[in-house]
């Protein structure tokens, strides 16, 4: 069965950090590109990052580029989200997605953050930022 588990989600306050972690099971994790997507109430999902299964390239929307570093963890099967100076428009269920049609972030650039490529989900987590 295939599982995507996400955690780490929170209340923090404006300009704090917080960790995303997502953790797979029940697919070859190596050979899946993993991205982040959040919706906001109100809003369309959007992506946020996602890293490379072939190269291991990120890319980021352009809303968190410079705050938020993804990384990827084969050995443990988990993705990372660091989220850095966090802002009350990042607030939003955080949810990650593995796709097996991605294989470089860098080379499909923006593309790489349509969420039609993703097959696999997971249920999100909540992040708050208070102003």
């Known amino acids: 069965e295939v599982q995507l588990v996400e955690s780490g989600g929170g209340l923090v306050q404006a300009g704090g950090s917080l960790r995303l972690s997502c953790s797979a099971s029940g697919f070859t994790f190596d050979d899946y590109t993993i991205a982040w997507f959040r919706q906001a109430p109100g809003k369309e999902r959007e992506g946020v990052s996602c890293?490379?299964?072939?190269?291991?390239?990120?890319y980021y929307a352009g809303s968190v580029q410079g705050r938020f570093t993804i990384s990827k963890d084969n050995a443990k099967n988990t993705v990372y989200l660091q989220m850095s100076n966090l802002k009350p428009e990042d607030t939003a269920v955080y949810y990650c997605?593995?796709?097996?049609?991605?294989?470089?972030?860098?080379?499909?650039?923006?593309?790489?953050?349509?969420?039609?490529?993703?097959?696999?989900w997971g249920q999100g987590t909540q992040v708050t930022v208070s102003s």
């Open positions: 997605a593995a796709s097996g049609r991605i294989t470089s972030a860098q080379s499909m650039g923006i593309l790489s953050l349509i969420s039609g490529w993703y097959d696999y």
């Open positions: 890293v490379g299964s072939s190269d291991g390239t990120t």
